[in-house]
């Protein structure tokens, strides 16, 4: 009853506690700097990780401030809807993902800390003496479970990154990066089953007998991502000749990529996004992402607990779009419209599992079919990491106008045309050669490089004279 009463009292300390924890538990409480409205008292900066929290808390009052001037209103009102819709929950989600996974930053954090609180505010050494023993002894608890987790995939022998991924029973995959080599052996994998944040089932031959994402259960995904990327990391770097500082950052690689595969981080890596396609394309009138991004934000007005739905009910990814008009119907509803996106082989890429199970599964479980030639270019991979290749992505294309004689760049239905052709072209090529594919040689690799360069090649010739008539 006493409890009862206290937790039930504003202002006791163990309504403090109670709504302190309530905060967490949800991920809202104060970044570094701020003021913890449960306890009247300003968090404090303690460690390197509470640095960035403090600048997420600058960022956090830049947009939140307020103003007598109405255009100022409404700019800040713009920036927090477009980038910064929430500024404590990405902070907080990441740091505990941090937190739980075993690394040397939070090790010297908390000796660090440990340095601090066994030192009082008159400069007397004693133990602790900040009273941050708890808050420590925790940390130092996270990353003894961080240590026994890296500790049972090892033993399980279930993580990426080893010689033998193609033949293990279980497989669990970290993040992929976004660059245009990481971006192919990410499409490659997405495409065999072993996309990023995947436990994969697999049988002996190599293909997929069931599988599930676990991108979206945070912030047990960032822990468990992070951990997979660092040992993947060191496992690749170190068998392919690198040293320690190569596979540190990989590791850190690898946390940018989740940085920008969360749909909470989302707003600012749009940001980044953005910024960078402006300094390479400052032409705004043909500038796709530019067009992407606006339609987004028009699209607002449609809520997403309709649109995701729609979304979900269509079979096929999609390409991009041909123009505003197109893209800002397409984001208001989300279903065909936009032709279908294509693989290197010329096949429509599809959604794992049915309509309704997309919608009602957050982990789009269900089975992928592997691409005998995707599973070569992995094996190979993952003996030789230094020597890896995978074919890139078409993102944009020229052709020869045999009238003008000049190069132009394809239109979006031109290069869907093309991407779909090229494809095919590269697939039958691929028919006609003998590969190895459960131990393939770099003799494997170099004619699949020479078939993918002739199909492209040879396809974009040939429209080349369809599309001068156009």
Request: hydrophobic share 40%; aromatic share 8%.
């Amino acid at each position: 009853r006493f409890m009862k009463m206290e937790v039930n009292t504003p202002g006791s300390r163990s309504y403090q506690l109670a709504a302190s924890k309530a905060s967490r538990a949800i991920f809202s409480n104060p970044l570094p700097g701020q003021k913890d409205m449960s306890t009247g008292e300003t968090v404090k900066v303690h460690d390197l990780g509470d640095l960035a929290g403090l600048g997420a808390a600058a960022l956090n009052k830049f947009v939140t401030q307020d103003h007598d001037n109405m255009f100022a209103k409404a700019t800040l009102g713009a920036l927090r809807i477009c980038f910064f819709p929430f500024q404590r929950t990405p902070f907080n989600i990441l740091r505990k993902g941090v937190r739980y996974t075993l690394n040397p930053f939070s090790l010297f954090d908390i000796g660090l800390g440990i340095v601090q609180n066994s030192k009082s505010d008159t400069g007397e050494w004693k133990w602790n003496a900040q009273g941050r023993n708890p808050e420590l002894i925790e940390r130092a608890g996270m990353q003894l479970q961080g240590a026994m987790l890296m500790l049972l995939i090892a033993g399980m022998g279930a993580g990426e990154g080893d010689d033998d991924d193609q033949n293990k029973d279980v497989l669990m995959t970290g993040s992929a990066p976004f660059t245009p080599k990481g971006r192919a052996e990410r499409d490659a994998q997405q495409r065999s089953g072993l996309g990023p944040y995947r436990i994969s089932f697999r049988r002996k031959d190599g293909s997929e007998r069931c599988g599930f994402n676990y991108g979206r259960i945070e912030p047990m995904a960032t822990t468990l991502a992070a951990t997979l990327d660092l040992m993947k990391s060191v496992k690749r770097t170190l068998r392919g000749g690198g040293d320690a500082s190569q596979a540190a950052g990989a590791a850190l690689g690898g946390f940018a990529a989740q940085a920008q595969d969360k749909s909470f981080m989302k707003g600012i890596s749009d940001l980044v996004a953005l910024g960078t396609n402006l300094l390479a394309d400052p032409d705004l009138k043909d500038n796709r992402k530019m067009q992407q991004f606006l339609a987004a934000r028009f699209a607002m007005v449609m809520p997403n607990l309709i649109k995701q739905p729609i979304r979900e009910t269509d079979n096929n990814f999609r390409d991009r779009s041909d123009g505003f008009m197109q893209e800002l119907m397409y984001q208001m509803v989300p279903y065909g419209q936009k032709s279908s996106k294509v693989d290197t082989y010329g096949e429509e890429v599809k959604k794992v599992g049915t309509a309704a199970g997309r919608i009602a599964d957050m982990t789009d479980m269900g089975t992928d079919t592997v691409n005998r030639h995707d599973e070569m270019l992995m094996r190979f991979r993952d003996k030789h990491p230094d020597q890896a290749w995978f074919p890139s992505p078409i993102v944009n294309a020229k052709f020869k106008n045999a009238r003008t004689g000049k190069e132009e760049e394809m239109s979006p239905p031109q290069l869907a045309e093309f991407k779909k052709l090229a494809g095919m072209r590269v697939a039958a090529l691929l028919k006609r050669e003998a590969f190895n594919i459960s131990n393939p040689t770099e003799f494997d690799i170099k004619k699949m490089k020479a078939a993918v360069t002739q199909g492209r090649t040879e396809m974009k010739h040939a429209l080349s004279f369809k599309f001068s008539r156009q």
